[in-house]
């Protein structure tokens, strides 16, 4: 979707006024709802880069009105913002490689071990950063969401319930999970998905337990069922346009990943953590049954979640590459545990202290 030439110019002319108080006045989207996740991430980076800068560095928070998400690549490219969310899956022709991580979707149990392993993947992915290069953009990080479950209008206790459910779709991922147990995906987009429920058009979603809120599938779901089905990480938080990239100093990009790096977690935590949390909630409130489904279900939705995985590790390095992220990330979120804190301090020394930000992007 392109930005109308008019809203662009409209939008420069008024963030000029700002930007022309500091030199290094950083102009950023979330591209997201003021209660989505981002949003809240974008809030943090911008205390983190006044911090990490001591003043010298700020960002002036352009609104979805502006830059939505599908806007993003083009605002960057056009310098309308400095740095922006990015959602590489939203744009699969660009960014092939840097996807076959999100083709690993149902590999995720840990949201942040998911979100570390997505950081450290794309920094060190030769591939991946060629696809950021050639649109002009700089990766700075990713986040996750909680692990997805069921929702949906009528109860998944077993896996014979599947059976003839139409279930939407968030990815290629969840669409060989859905038809594995005789399901069919459909794939519509995740802000329509209320209202196909509603209609009845599907019968449920593959979705995280925070769309019950941010979606408020509260008011149409009857049933949750606990079934783990994986991840949403394929994300590039923190998505910095090139030129301006450039034209920062060394030391002011060691400030931006510094405070980028710190921000990265907040998304996951409030994603993985503090919003579910608040879903479950809601949907205790509005009478919604939590099914625990059987052993066999559950037993037999891992078991084609590992056999997935060994089918994309064995016909893609870049996805045995990921697949081995994830599994030294876990490792490390099990010993440190889910306070984004100390996720950031070992962030900065397993990825970002061996990076060499001369040279990075550039």
Same mark, same amino acid.
């Given at each position: 979707?392109?930005?109308?030439?008019?809203?662009?110019?409209?939008?420069?002319?008024a963030i000029c006024i700002?930007?022309?108080?500091?030199? @290094?006045?950083?102009?950023?989207?979330?591209?997201?709802?003021?209660?989505?996740?981002?949003?809240? +991430?974008?809030?943090?980076?911008? &205390?983190?880069?006044? &911090?990490?800068?001591?003043?010298?560095?700020?960002?002036?928070?352009?609104?979805? &009105?502006?830059?939505?998400?599908?806007?993003?690549?083009?605002?960057?490219?056009?310098?309308?913002?400095?740095?922006?969310?990015?959602?590489?899956?939203?744009?699969?022709?660009?960014? @092939?490689?840097?996807?076959?991580?999100?083709?690993?979707?149902?590999?995720?149990?840990?949201?942040?071990? +998911?979100?570390?392993?997505?950081?450290?993947?794309?920094?060190?992915?030769?591939?991946?950063?060629? &696809?950021?290069?050639?649109?002009?953009?700089?990766?700075?990080?990713?986040?996750?969401? $909680?692990?997805?479950?069921?929702?949906?209008?009528?109860?998944?206790?077993?896996?014979?319930?599947? @059976?003839?459910?139409?279930?939407?779709?968030?990815?290629?991922?969840?669409?060989?999970?859905?038809?594995?147990?005789?399901?069919?995906?459909?794939?519509?987009?995740?802000?329509?998905?209320? /209202?196909?429920?509603?209609?009845?058009?599907?019968?449920?979603?593959?979705?995280?337990? !925070? $769309?019950?809120?941010?979606?408020?599938? !509260?008011? !149409?779901?009857?049933?949750?069922?606990?079934?783990?089905?994986?991840?949403?990480?394929?994300?590039?938080?923190?998505?910095?346009?090139?030129? =301006?990239?450039?034209?920062?100093?060394?030391?002011?990009?060691?400030?931006?990943?510094?405070?980028?790096?710190?921000?990265?977690?907040?998304?996951?935590?409030?994603?993985?953590?503090?919003?579910?949390?608040? =879903?479950?909630?809601?949907?205790?409130?509005?009478?919604?049954?939590?099914?625990?489904?059987?052993?066999?279900?559950?037993?037999?939705?891992?078991?084609?979640?590992?056999?997935?995985?060994?089918?994309?590790?064995?016909?893609?390095?870049?996805?045995?590459?990921?697949?081995?992220? !994830? /599994?030294?990330?876990?490792?490390?979120?099990?010993?440190?545990?889910?306070?984004?804190?100390?996720?950031?301090?070992?962030?900065? /020394?397993?990825?970002?202290?061996?990076?060499?930000?001369?040279?990075?992007?550039?």
């Open positions: 979707m392109k930005l109308s030439k008019s809203l662009m110019v409209g939008a420069v002319a700002t930007s022309a108080a500091s030199a @290094q006045n950083l102009r950023g989207s979330a591209g997201t709802s003021p209660a989505h996740p981002a949003t809240y +991430m974008y809030d943090r980076f911008a &205390e983190f880069l006044a &911090e990490e800068s001591g003043g010298s560095m700020s960002l002036t928070k352009i609104g979805p &009105e502006v830059v939505s998400l599908t806007q993003v690549p083009d605002a960057l490219q056009s310098e309308l913002i400095t740095v922006g969310n990015l959602l590489p899956l939203f744009f699969p022709a660009d960014f @092939q490689r840097t996807n076959v991580a999100g083709d690993m979707a149902l590999l995720g149990r840990e949201s942040h071990a +998911m979100a570390l392993a997505m950081t450290e993947f794309v920094v060190n992915c030769a591939p991946c950063q060629a &696809e950021f290069a050639n649109k002009g953009m700089v990766f700075l990080g990713a986040g996750a969401s $909680d692990v997805y479950l069921l929702i949906t209008t009528s109860p998944v206790r077993t896996a014979d319930d599947l @059976q003839g459910l139409r279930l939407r779709s968030g990815g290629a991922p969840f669409s060989r999970w859905a038809e594995h147990f005789g399901a069919t995906p459909v794939s519509i987009a995740v802000g329509d998905q209320f /209202e196909a429920m509603n209609q009845g058009t599907i019968d449920g979603t593959m979705a995280s337990i !925070v $769309d019950m809120l941010s979606f408020r599938l !509260v008011d !149409v779901a009857r049933y949750v069922t606990e079934v783990p089905l994986g991840t949403y990480h394929v994300t590039s938080n923190f998505t910095f346009s090139q030129p =301006a990239w450039s034209g920062l100093s060394a030391d002011e990009r060691a400030t931006v990943v510094r405070a980028a790096n710190r921000a990265n977690p907040t998304l996951t935590d409030r994603w993985g953590f503090q919003l579910p949390e608040a =879903a479950r909630n809601a949907v205790t409130e509005a009478g919604i049954e939590v099914i625990t489904p059987d052993d066999a279900l559950i037993e037999a939705s891992n078991a084609f979640a590992a056999s997935d995985t060994e089918t994309r590790v064995g016909a893609d390095p870049l996805a045995a590459d990921f697949a081995a992220l !994830v /599994e030294k990330w876990t490792t490390i979120v099990d010993d440190l545990g889910d306070d984004p804190v100390a996720l950031s301090e070992r962030a900065f /020394e397993e990825i970002w202290a061996n990076v060499d930000l001369t040279s990075y992007g550039i």
